[in-house]
């Protein structure tokens, strides 16, 4: 797992989620992420933004997961914790 920030295709600053969002370290440009939650300015700001065109839209109505990569998280959080473990004793 890697962490991402994220750039809309106009790399305006209003087109930019700081993150980290946590990923696969094999993604790659053009791959799809699904979002689950944008905020209240998601949808106002989706469009026709910088002079894009049209966008899809899909209307998700399963319950949201946390991550599709349980393994790689749980692994991560385990490199993590003992990384951290090992600070504290020096």
Same mark, same amino acid.
Request: glycine share 12%; charged share 25%; net charge negative.
């Given at each position: +797992?890697?962490? =991402?920030?994220?750039?809309?295709?106009?790399? @305006?600053?209003?087109?930019? +989620?700081?993150?980290? =969002?946590?990923?696969?370290?094999?993604?790659?440009?053009? @791959?799809?992420? %699904?979002?689950?939650?944008?905020?209240?300015?998601? #949808?106002?700001?989706?469009?026709?933004?910088?002079?894009?065109?049209? =966008? @899809? $839209?899909?209307?998700?109505?399963? /319950?949201? +997961?946390?991550? +599709?990569?349980?393994? %790689?998280? %749980?692994?991560?959080? #385990?490199? $993590?914790? #003992? #990384? $951290?473990?090992? /600070?504290?004793?020096?």
């Amino acid at each position: +797992m890697a962490e =991402f920030s994220f750039w809309g295709p106009t790399c @305006d600053t209003i087109d930019f +989620m700081k993150g980290p =969002f946590l990923l696969p370290a094999s993604i790659k440009e053009g @791959d799809y992420i %699904e979002i689950g939650n944008t905020g209240a300015y998601g #949808r106002a700001i989706a469009g026709r933004f910088n002079g894009y065109g049209a =966008f @899809d $839209e899909a209307i998700l109505l399963d /319950q949201p +997961m946390l991550t +599709m990569y349980p393994a %790689e998280v %749980e692994q991560s959080e #385990r490199s $993590e914790g #003992r #990384r $951290e473990a090992q /600070q504290a004793q020096a």
